[in-house]
């Protein structure tokens, strides 16, 4: 990402610089590519300052820090617009995994034998007494039937992304999975506790402990 620096009556040394643009690019990578940022130190008195702005595509970003270090300052804005912005993904993601109105499928109307009275008299006959001049007329229900509904195989896709490498715990594989943009994480804890970290289908995560 783009950061443009602004320090007012403050000197910020290289290796914060570095830090802060780490943060910002973690931030870009959440929101995306056309996004960009700048970040204003200022002090007054004992009180250290950062103000921190991002602009995305379709979403603006504004976070402040105060503490009495630098880099206190600078840590609690970066969290602070981090969050912000994995707030934004996360709404995107429940709109976009809201189900569609499901079609429903009418059946043809039935066709209903006419009345008795709404037939047509019998033609008369031609005198040879036979009457096979008179032909019946029936009248023929027609039924239809709604077509079965279409069934969609499943695809399976194997990936082994899903499986943490190194042990953690439940606010690392947050984290971890947040960063990885993935919806599936199974990870380990220090102590060999198995545990499935999964998203819901309302952007909510889910942990499933293994017996």
Same mark, same amino acid.
């Given at each position: 990402? +783009?950061?443009?620096?602004?320090?007012?009556?403050?000197?910020?040394?290289?290796?914060?610089?570095?830090?802060?643009?780490?943060?910002?690019?973690?931030?870009?990578?959440?929101?995306? #590519?056309?996004?960009?940022?700048?970040? %204003?130190?200022?002090?007054?008195?004992?009180?250290?300052? %950062?103000?921190?702005?991002?602009?995305? #595509?379709?979403?603006?970003?504004?976070?402040?820090?105060?503490?009495?270090? %630098?880099?206190?300052?600078?840590?609690?804005?970066?969290?602070?617009?981090?969050?912000?912005?994995?707030?934004? #993904?996360?709404?995107?993601?429940?709109?976009?995994?809201?189900?569609? +109105? @499901?079609? %429903?499928?009418?059946?043809?109307?039935?066709?209903?034998?006419?009345?008795?009275?709404?037939?047509?008299?019998? @033609?008369?006959?031609?005198?040879?007494?036979?009457?096979?001049?008179?032909?019946? #007329?029936?009248?023929?229900?027609?039924?239809?039937?709604?077509?079965?509904?279409?069934?969609?195989?499943?695809?399976?896709?194997?990936?082994?992304?899903?499986?943490?490498?190194?042990?953690?715990?439940?606010?690392?594989? &947050?984290?971890?999975? +947040?960063?990885?943009?993935?919806?599936?994480?199974?990870?380990?804890?220090?102590?060999?506790?198995?545990? &499935?970290?999964?998203?819901?289908?309302?952007?909510?995560?889910?942990?499933? @402990?293994?017996?």
């Amino acid at each position: 990402m +783009e950061v443009e620096f602004t320090a007012r009556q403050v000197k910020v040394p290289k290796a914060l610089r570095d830090f802060a643009q780490e943060g910002m690019d973690r931030i870009g990578r959440i929101l995306g #590519r056309s996004a960009n940022g700048s970040i %204003v130190f200022s002090t007054q008195r004992h009180l250290q300052t %950062v103000e921190l702005t991002i602009k995305a #595509r379709l979403q603006k970003i504004a976070a402040t820090g105060k503490a009495t270090t %630098v880099e206190s300052a600078l840590r609690e804005a970066i969290a602070h617009a981090e969050h912000q912005a994995l707030k934004f #993904r996360d709404r995107k993601l429940v709109i976009k995994r809201m189900p569609k +109105e @499901e079609k %429903v499928m009418t059946a043809l109307p039935v066709a209903r034998p006419k009345a008795r009275a709404s037939q047509p008299p019998p @033609e008369p006959s031609n005198g040879n007494g036979n009457g096979a001049g008179n032909k019946a #007329r029936a009248a023929i229900a027609v039924h239809s039937f709604p077509a079965k509904a279409a069934v969609v195989e499943p695809h399976v896709i194997r990936s082994g992304e899903a499986f943490a490498a190194r042990p953690m715990t439940i606010e690392e594989a &947050v984290k971890d999975a +947040e960063f990885r943009d993935r919806d599936l994480l199974i990870f380990r804890t220090a102590a060999g506790e198995m545990f &499935v970290l999964h998203r819901r289908r309302d952007g909510q995560m889910e942990l499933v @402990e293994l017996p």
